[in-house]
């Protein structure tokens, strides 16, 4: 499991809550949690804050 998945759901914060990505090496976004870029293939993806 996701280490911050888990912490939403301790916190109360449910998976369902639109959550958007960005690679932070090419800056393509998606909605899913991916452990690397689908486009790039690097591991630079991270939770974009709102």
């Known amino acids: 499991m996701n280490p911050m998945r ?3 759901r ?3 914060r449910s998976d369902t809550d639109e959550t958007t990505y960005r690679c932070i090496r090419c800056g393509d976004e998606f909605e899913s949690d991916y452990r690397d ?5 690097q591991p630079y993806v991270t939770e974009l804050e709102e």
Do not use: K, V
Not at 37 to 41: A, D, E, L, Q, S
């Open 6 to 8: 888990a912490l939403r």
């Open 37 to 41: 870029c689908p486009t790039c293939g």
């Open 10 to 12: 301790l916190l109360g």
